[in-house]
């Protein structure tokens, strides 16, 4: 089935360091990827979608100068947390659209983002 | 404005009983909908999926049910096991495009 892997599982950074999280689709193209955060025992907001070969549409509300998202190609989308901040500590988790079968929404494992 | 809920925050349920949870939603634009299963510090587990043009899908010892009119949906999981405890959320898809909205989840626990 389809494989979707993010990476780094965690990270610890200072503040006022960028932090980049990569989210690659293994055995799929993904023209479609989405990021969401999810705050301690909240659902999972949605940040942005992430387009490959154009630029991420962003929901109300999200900095987009804050959280770059790029994706440069099918398998591989990437979001950095600029000048990070104590605020910005949580759990970063990356999807990709799957038309290729089944439900078509896989999930990367997340990745716990702390800034100290 | 929170377009799917999930009134139940958790869900106790004895092993081997049935646990149901509950997700309701307002935008009638959703066609398609999902329940995925999460647990902490991971990414969620596709669970099962129903279109809304059913009102029943089936996957093992899970159901999920829809009621379009009530805009209602609703996960049956029988019989439950103590590995089934973890969050459940339910998520919706818009016809008009790609992205889920979420609900707020319910944390689903299986006493031996």
């Known amino acids: 089935g389809a494989v979707v892997s993010q990476h780094p599982s965690w990270v610890i950074c200072k503040s006022g360091t960028s932090v980049k999280i990569e989210c690659r689709s293994l055995d799929f193209q993904a023209t479609t990827m989405f990021w969401y955060r999810q705050f301690p025992k909240q659902s999972l907001m949605l940040m942005a979608t992430s387009n490959e070969g154009s630029k991420a549409t962003y929901e109300q509300g999200v900095e987009k100068d804050k959280f770059l998202i790029n994706h440069a190609s099918l398998t591989l989308s990437t979001l950095t947390v600029t000048s990070a901040h104590p605020e910005d500590s949580s759990f970063y988790i990356c999807s990709a659209r799957d038309f290729g079968g089944g439900y078509g929404y896989t999930f990367g494992s997340g990745t716990r983002l702390t800034v100290v | 404005d929170q377009q799917v809920k999930q009134n139940s925050p958790s869900l106790s349920v004895q092993e081997g009983r049935i646990s149901i949870l509950n997700c309701d939603y307002t935008n009638s634009m959703f066609d398609y909908f999902l329940w995925y299963k999460k647990y902490p510090a991971e990414g969620p587990t596709f669970l099962i999926s129903?279109?809304?043009?059913?009102d029943k899908n089936e996957d093992g010892r899970f159901t999920v049910f829809l009621n379009k009119s009530a805009k209602h949906l609703s996960l049956h999981i029988v019989p439950s096991q103590p590995g089934d405890s973890a969050v459940y959320f339910c998520?919706?898809?818009?016809?008009?495009?790609?992205?889920?909205?979420f609900g707020g989840g319910t944390r689903v626990l299986v006493k031996p």
């Open positions: 998520a919706a898809r818009s016809a008009a495009g790609n992205k889920l909205t």
């Open positions: 129903i279109s809304s043009i059913k």
